[in-house]
Nanobody
Framework: QVLVVESGGGWVQPGGSLRLSCRTSGIDFSGALISWHRRAPGKERETVAISSGLHTWDTSSVKTRFSISRDNSKNTVDLLMNNVQLEDTGVYYC?????????WGQGTQVTVSS
């Protein structure tokens, strides 16, 4: 059974930081493309950052504030969110893609407010 579990969401003030973690099991993690996505209220889901075993990509909208880190020994990919803004509010999802199969987590809520 493949599991994708996000954690670390919560409430944060503008300008603060938050670290989200995605843990998977049941797949060859080192060969999987892991990505973070978010759905802001009233908006479509967008890709935030992507990590393969060798490379990472951040979307232009959060490139200077968010970073992604991967630990193949722990089967985790973390999303470090710095200087969060109100528009970063939303549900953050982790996706694992391997062998043309994709697996999604249930999401973790991030709320940015003062």
């Amino acid at each position: 059974q493949v599991l994708v579990v996000e954690s670390g969401g919560g409430w944060v003030q503008p300008g603060g930081s938050l670290r989200l973690s995605c843990r998977t099991s049941g797949i060859d993690f080192s060969g999987a493309l892991i990505s973070w996505h978010r759905r802001a209220p009233g908006k479509e889901r967008e890709t935030v950052a992507i990590s393969s075993g060798l490379h990472t990509w951040d979307t232009s909208s959060v490139k200077t504030r968010f970073s992604i880190s991967r630990d193949n020994s722990k089967n985790t990919v973390d999303l470090l969110m710095n200087n969060v803004q109100l528009e970063d509010t939303g549900v953050y999802y982790c996706r694992a893609l391997i062998n043309d199969h994709e697996y999604w987590g249930q999401g973790t809520q991030v709320t940015v407010s003062s």
